[in-house]
């Protein structure tokens, strides 16, 4: 039974960002928000709330385990796994300055996350735990990343008119609707991933980490997989390329952030490892898109290989 409510709540989590990342773009098309905005926030933030929740769930129910190595295992499957396939289906052009900047913020952003989950190597406590005043910092600077892209969108605002499609600004209440019942969906699904994989983890002899990282890591990144893939085959590179920076940035600055805040996360010493590869491979990411300005079939096939050298280390190392 407890498979059965996994998939439903996976199915749920799915389905309901898919539908408010639909109604929220639709409706920031009709207010001719520009693409780049789009893609680094509404869509990035819709992608994003599959995480939020299970993270801000597992929060609420104390383990620890689930919401930073859903942060951190999300982190790494956008940047390997969703970016990899993405490149493979169609390679992606980075065209925007603005969304090349956004790696280093993201890069910036997992540092910090390192910094104040260091507790006994920085400050000789007993115990690496991030807590309130750690959650409040990282939330500060998710609002100086906000009040930035948000600065840097309207400059770059384009002049002529967003041309939208019939269907998808045809009725406000439509697309309320959807971004409402989706976010809903949301909520709902989160919170029976959460049970489902605890319950799951127990019975196997899991950690809570590793099915963090593993099981709700991946599920929850369905989204961002389904979203760049479809934006990159539509030539919409900006969008596919800002939907994995910008999720990325939004799981560390307010995913990490808002969970720590409702309850203090116990961290465990493995999970510093996983963290690091985070980084390094974000410096990747980084290499790519200044040197080649593309990320092709070659890159993609590079994360790929790192995703998975990187699963058979973690399901090992359990």
Known sequence: MVYILLII????????????????????FKLNVSPLLIGLTIVAFGTSA?????????ALEGSAGVVLGNVIGSNIVNITLVLGITALVAPIAVKSETVRKEIPF????????????ADVALQGAAENIL??????????????????????????????????EADAGESWLKNILLTTGGLIAIVFGGSMVVDGAIEIALALGMSETLVGLTIV???????????????????????????IVGSNIFNIL???????????LAIESKLFFDG????????????????????????????????????VYIIIRN
């Open 9 to 28: 709540g996976f199915i749920l989590l799915i389905k309901g960002a898919d539908y408010f990342v639909e109604g929220a773009s639709n409706i920031a």
């Open 50 to 58: 599959p995480e939020a929740t299970v993270s801000i769930a597992g």
């Open 106 to 117: 993201a890069l910036l952003a997992g540092i910090v996350l390192m910094i104040l989950m």
């Open 131 to 164: 807590g309130l005043g750690d959650g409040l910092v990282i939330l500060l600077i998710f609002s100086v990343f906000l009040y930035y892209v948000f600065e840097i969108a309207m400059k770059n605002r384009t002049e002529a008119q967003v041309e939208v």
């Open 217 to 243: 890591a991946v599920g929850t990144s369905l989204p961002e997989i389904i979203t760049s893939i479809t934006a990159a085959m539509k030539n919409q590179g900006d969008i596919a390329f800002g939907n």
């Open 254 to 264: 307010f995913v990490a952030g808002a969970s720590s805040t409702i309850a203090p």
């Open 276 to 311: 690091w590869v985070m980084v390094v491979l974000t410096v990747l990411l980084l290499i790519f898109s200044r040197t080649h300005f593309r990320i092709g079939r070659k890159e993609g096939a590079v994360m790929l290989a790192a995703y998975l050298a990187y699963l």
